[in-house]
């Protein structure tokens, strides 16, 4: 059974820890160190303060059980992460403006990465950046998941993007919302959005590595340490903006690919087999895959398989359906393989992840403190 922690703020469910700790692969007397309660696991989150706006986390920590952190509000800011160990691989870039947060930890699963953190002034000029890079698709798609979240918090008919996002950071700030994105998000919006679960995912390139072991080796102490991590982690994120932008494909073999996501995301409950995919497009199985894994990095069927489990934990969240008929409303025949595939995916058996989102519905006081349910 998963345990459930309602937290106000990310680190409430962690204990102070100490500077001089031997786990740390460096520290100073500044950084704050959280480490985890000894009944629900080990391991450690170091906080670097490099600037007002800039602050790098070093994580290291396993759990004993699965854990469903329940965050009533996540405040402004940008990160990018970066995994190490047995989950490198690709990095992310995960933008926080205020709205409730259901984050599954597994069990018994190593969790070990570098974070860069953005607040503004900084994070709004970062995340310009990002959605720059964006292709013409997904960047229309974020804005209107934008545009959602800025009408959803009462914001006025007209304004720039730019202008958007600050009154969002602002109503992160000074609001108490408990709204997740799939309630703000209709429903074919929230379809598209998979495209940006897709869009923040970087590969790791050999000269990101080298980055992080240089950040995990620092020499230096004081002032000058700072300043050395804050010039590693910027240089960090400038190599994943980088990353984003891939070869591009010829605008109709693009389209192709596009057209056959588009479908995928349509008939989650019963998609089509990737010859008839291929037909459908006007392409053959061998360019499809390559294509998919060119603009996704998945395979068709990995992308199926996601856009399944993406639906199903928006009926999760937002329906009293029963767990058969959600797995029913995705495609699977048998509960059983869709409980399998939702946890290896979400982290989460399926059930304690509703029944975390109904308990969640209706604020507790005990919100304002770390509790367990």
Avoid at 155 to 174: E, V
Avoid at 210 to 230: A, D, V
């Amino acid at each position: 059974m998963a345990m459930r922690l309602i937290l106000n703020h990310w680190r409430d469910w962690l204990l102070p820890g100490s500077p001089s700790d031997s786990r740390l692969f460096h520290s100073d007397s500044s950084d704050r160190i959280h480490v985890c309660p000894p009944h629900l696991g080990q391991g450690y989150f170091q906080e670097i303060l490099l600037q007002d706006d800039l602050t790098l986390f070093i994580c290291d920590y396993t759990l004993n059980q699965d854990v469903l952190v329940d965050v009533s509000s996540e405040r402004e800011r940008l990160e990018l992460v970066v995994q190490i160990g047995s989950n490198a691989g690709y990095s992310f870039f995960i933008p926080f403006y205020g709205s409730k947060k259901f984050d599954p930890k597994q069990a018994r699963k190593r969790v070990f990465n570098v974070k860069v953190c953005f607040k503004r002034p900084t994070l709004i000029t970062y995340f310009q950046a990002f959605l720059e890079r964006l292709s013409p698709q997904t960047h229309c798609v974020a804005e209107r998941a934008i545009q959602a979240m800025y009408r959803y918090q009462g914001g006025g008919p007209s304004s720039t993007l730019i202008g958007m996002l600050n009154r969002i950071f602002d109503c992160a700030i000074a609001a108490d919302p408990h709204c997740t994105p799939e309630q703000v998000s209709t429903a074919a919006l929230y379809a598209e959005a998979i495209a940006l679960k897709y869009a923040v995912r970087s590969p790791m390139t050999s000269a990101m590595q080298q980055l992080i072991g240089q950040i995990l080796s620092c020499p230096y102490q004081g002032s000058t340490r700072r300043t050395y991590l804050e010039c590693k982690a910027l240089e960090l994120v400038g190599l994943y903006l980088k990353g984003m932008i891939r070869p591009r494909l010829k605008e109709v073999d693009f389209n192709c690919i596009d057209q056959a996501a588009a479908i995928l995301r349509k008939q989650v409950a019963n998609p089509p087999t990737v010859e008839a995919l291929a037909r459908l497009v006007g392409t053959n199985r061998l360019y499809l895959n390559r294509g998919f894994h060119q603009v996704y990095g998945v395979t068709p069927f990995g992308y199926s398989r996601d856009c399944r489990l993406w639906q199903a934990r928006r009926l999760l969240l937002t329906s009293d359906l029963s767990i058969g008929k959600v797995a029913v409303a995705v495609g699977y025949t048998c509960p059983s393989h869709f409980t399998k595939a939702f946890h290896r995916g979400m982290g989460l058996n399926p059930k304690a992840f509703q029944m975390a989102a109904w308990q969640g519905a209706i604020k507790s006081e005990q919100s304002k403190n770390c509790a367990f349910a």
